[in-house]
C-alpha cells in the first residue's frame, strides 16, 4: 500500500489519505471543489463540479496515472436536480468506454459543497 500526496489537491481534512494505490489500482478519497491553490470554493454546481474533477485528475496524475484509465466514480450530489449539470461537466473529463459510476443524493457533504467525487483508477 502507498499513499499519494499532492498540493495540486486540497490537503486532507481529517485523519485520511488523499489517495492510496493498492498494487496497481489507485484509491482516491472524495474530493470537493476546494481550489487547492486559494482554499476558495467556488460558486455554482457547475464550476464545483469542474474543479472536484480536476482534482481528482490531479491526484490521479500524482499517483502516475491517466484519467483514461479510470475504472469507477462514485458522485455524491447535494441535490438530485443538478444531476444534468453534473454530467455536463463530467463528459468534459471523461470518454467513453465511460467508467462505471453511482451517483447518490446527500443531506450534507463537507463544508456544505454541492458535491464530492472519488474514483478508483487503474495505473
Known sequence: ???????NAPAAIGPYSQAITAGNTLFTSGQIPIDPATGNIPEGVEAQ???ALTNVKN????AGGDIANTIKTTVFIKDMN???????IYAEFF?????????VEVARLPKDV??????????
Do not use: G, H, W
Not at 454541492?114 to 495505473?123: K, M, Q, R, T
Open 82 to 88: 443538478d444531476f444534468a449539470k453534473i454530467n455536463e
Open 59 to 62: 491526484l490521479i496524475a500524482a
Open 95 to 103: 470518454t467513453e468506454p465511460y467508467p462505471a459510476r453511482s451517483c
Open 49 to 51: 463540479a469542474r474543479q
Open 1 to 7: 500500500m502507498k499513499e499519494t500526496k499532492t498540493t
Open 114 to 123: 454541492l458535491l464530492e467525487i472519488e474514483a478508483i483508477v487503474e495505473l
